[in-house]
């Protein structure tokens, strides 16, 4: 079946430092891959997604590429803010699209 | 306001008494679906509808039930909870069930079964 790897966390950072998330996948076919965060206390959200290979998702200064090649998907922002303080998940739907299959999440917090 | 509402946001619980949480979205969708979340397993879809009437399995249904008898609502039923269904549940839709749909989350039921 479909998996989804993120790297472990939790991730600690300070204001302006770079931000790298890394997320790898396994499925069948061509799935969407998408980005997910969650702020305390509140539901996911989608924060980007790419649906196919070499696509690049972009939201409030985040990035990611679908790298089919090394079945990766991983997360970047350039300068993180307190605000970015949340938990982050690696989310795939695949051929059976019913299904969605998603990372185990990684907590960022930032420090000003 | 586009929304994905869920009811109630807290619940304790006793082993062995039925519930359900309700899960209601406004936005027309096709899709719904039952998430848990629990620390270090990330979150695991536990039942998901492709529209009115047609439901099936995700990961982890086991102790669930689902029923999707209007497009707006997709109640998930506990019928004899245990403790090890502590857990914080989030219900999600999206316009169809295509790949490339991302999913609306509504803002989770946190369940307490003592």
């Known amino acids: 079946g479909n998996s989804v790897t993120q790297m472990e966390g939790p991730v600690t950072l300070s204001e302006e430092a770079f931000l790298t998330i890394n997320c790898t996948y396994t499925a069948t076919g061509y799935p969407s891959l998408f980005w997910y965060v969650q702020y305390p206390g509140e539901g996911l959200q989608l924060l980007l997604k790419?649906?196919?290979?070499?696509d690049k998702g972009s939201n409030k200064g985040f990035e990611a590429t679908y790298r089919k090649e090394t079945t990766s998907f991983h997360l970047e922002k350039g300068s993180v803010q307190v605000s970015d303080s949340a938990v982050y998940f690696c989310a795939l739907r695949g051929t059976n699209a019913g299904k969605s299959t998603f990372g185990d999440g990684t907590t960022l917090t930032v420090k000003p | 306001e586009a929304q994905v509402t869920q009811n109630p946001r807290y619940l304790i619980t006793v082993t062995g008494k039925k519930l359900t949480v309700t899960c209601s979205q406004n936005m027309n969708h096709e899709y719904m679906s039952w998430y848990r979340q629990d620390p270090g397993l990330g979150l695991r879809q536990i039942y998901y509808s492709m529209n009115v009437e047609v439901t099936d399995k995700g990961d982890v249904p086991e102790g669930y039930k689902v029923s999707r008898k209007e497009k707006r609502n997709f109640p998930l039923i506990l019928e004899s909870p245990s403790p090890n269904q502590t857990s914080l549940y989030f219900c999600a839709s999206s316009p169809t069930g295509g790949t490339q749909n991302e999913q609306f989350f509504g803002p989770g039921t946190r369940l307490t079964v003592l």
């Open positions: 790419a649906t196919k290979a070499d």
